[in-house]
């Protein structure tokens, strides 16, 4: 097996890469099982893979991205209730020999995703 997944995070609202966003990795089946909580570098990306080696399983998968409290930190959200909190996205692996890369692009009123390379 040589597949991976990663991800990498966009603030679009200041045109930089998303530094210190937490994210939560889940597995949903066959239970939803949490698998770790990383934190974006100054690329915006996470040190290492999410998965890989004996980790990297085919199954449904979660990221859930900390929008509300990124933003925050960067003084962005001052409402009690921003209009995003957390960003869950549902995503499936099957090949086992396939990098999948998750991109969040995002600003504190829209977000967009898609299967990177």
């Given at each position: 097996?040589?597949?991976?997944?990663?991800?990498?995070v966009?603030?679009?609202?200041?045109?930089?890469?998303?530094?210190?966003?937490?994210?939560?990795?889940w597995?949903?089946?066959?239970e939803?099982?949490?698998?770790?909580?990383?934190?974006?570098?100054?690329?915006?990306?996470?040190?290492?893979?999410?998965?890989?080696?004996?980790?990297?399983?085919?199954?449904?998968?979660?990221?859930?991205?900390?929008?509300?409290?990124?933003?925050?930190?960067k003084g962005?959200?001052?409402?009690?209730?921003?209009?995003?909190?957390?960003?869950?996205?549902?995503?499936?692996?099957?090949?086992?020999?396939?990098?999948?890369?998750v991109?969040?692009l995002?600003?504190?009123g829209?977000?967009?995703?898609?299967?990177g390379?």
């Amino acid at each position: 097996m040589n597949g991976k997944l990663t991800t990498h995070v966009l603030d679009l609202m200041n045109g930089i890469p998303a530094e210190g966003l937490n994210i939560d990795l889940w597995k949903l089946e066959p239970e939803r099982t949490f698998i770790k909580t990383v934190t974006t570098n100054s690329d915006g990306r996470v040190d290492s893979p999410l998965l890989c080696n004996e980790q990297f399983n085919p199954g449904e998968y979660e990221l859930v991205f900390y929008v509300a409290d990124y933003f925050k930190k960067k003084g962005v959200i001052p409402a009690a209730t921003p209009f995003l909190d957390q960003v869950p996205v549902r995503f499936g692996i099957s090949d086992m020999n396939s990098h999948y890369h998750v991109p969040l692009l995002v600003a504190p009123g829209g977000y967009s995703t898609y299967r990177g390379s």
